[in-house]
């Protein structure tokens, strides 16, 4: 379910608020603006100089890509290295030239192109694994911010719950404002532990697990392409590609250990 992420962090959220209100606590008392900026303010600047200003720029598309990732279809591009594997072994390597336009996939018609061209086994190896290592690395980079962010958040509230209580300590000749004082400050902490908790780290674990399944189907289309390239029947090919595939996605006849036919390709299903 792409909407996960969002669910997840409104469930959060309103779990936290619902707590509080049952035992009698406004929502409105958790808004503190200067508590806001000690911790909005002190996080974004500390991560900004931390990470750089060009990750920063990016951090709306990657809340975007968190909340609206669609999960990779292992399904869909095993079916369509398979049909590629009897397409080439019926008919040769070269007629799968005509068949990249019809790939959608920019990873796949590369390396199928590298085949096509006739490239040794091994390099096409050693060139599909450093693209997917290369990816893998700006996937990592791209959630450093969140993971930074989420350290840096629980002490910008301490910081903020510090400089609260020397406010509160400056005015201890006015008995009746210690308690609204009080509390503001320790709003702080609140805001900078439930900020990193709720919304900075779910959205860094979110970002790594969508790269994880992006590299997953990159590995299984790596061993596809090699499996095309030497040749094997489509029927080896489905079963070495099966493992990828979590035990609900394949088939009665796979499970039993009986590859299901290679279905033809189809340039509109490419």
Do not use: C
């Not at 750089?52 to 990657?62: E, F, Q």
């Not at 975007?64 to 290295?81: G, Q, S």
């Not at 390396?111 to 690395?137: C, K, R, S, Y």
């Not at 079963?239 to 390709?265: F, H, I, N, W």
Request: glycine content about 8%; proline content about 6%; aromatic content about 4%.
């Amino acid at each position: 379910m792409k909407a996960a992420t969002a669910i997840g962090i409104g469930m959060g959220i309103f779990a936290l608020l619902l707590s509080a209100m049952m035992d009698g606590t406004s929502p409105a008392t958790f808004i503190n603006i200067s508590a806001l900026i000690t911790i909005m303010g002190g996080t974004g600047g500390a991560t900004l100089a931390s990470v750089g200003m060009n990750s920063m720029k990016r951090i709306p598309s990657l809340y975007k890509m968190a909340f609206k990732a669609e999960p990779p279809d292992m399904r869909a591009r095993l079916d369509l290295l398979v049909s590629l594997a009897d397409k080439a072994r019926r008919e040769g390597l070269l007629a799968l030239d005509a068949m990249l336009p019809d790939v959608e996939d920019s990873f796949t018609r590369n390396a199928l192109q590298l085949v096509v061209d006739g490239t040794d086994p091994e390099m096409v190896h050693t060139i599909i694994e450093a693209e997917v290592d290369g990816m893998a690395a700006r996937h990592e980079a791209a959630a450093k911010p969140f993971e930074k962010a989420g350290g840096f958040a629980p002490t910008m509230g301490i910081i903020g719950t510090v400089m609260g209580l020397v406010h509160v300590l400056q005015n201890l000749s006015a008995p009746s404002t210690l308690g609204p004082s009080i509390s503001s400050a320790f709003l702080a902490t609140l805001m900078g532990v439930g900020s990193a908790n709720v919304i900075f780290l779910p959205v860094a674990n979110r970002l790594k697990a969508i790269s994880a399944e992006e590299v997953e189907l990159r590995m299984m289309t790596l061993e596809g392409i090699l499996s095309i390239q030497a040749g094997d029947n489509p029927r080896l090919v489905a079963d070495k590609l099966m493992s990828y595939l979590p035990p609900v996605e394949r088939t009665e006849e796979q499970s039993s250990g009986s590859a299901a036919p290679a279905p033809s390709l189809q340039p509109e299903a490419a």
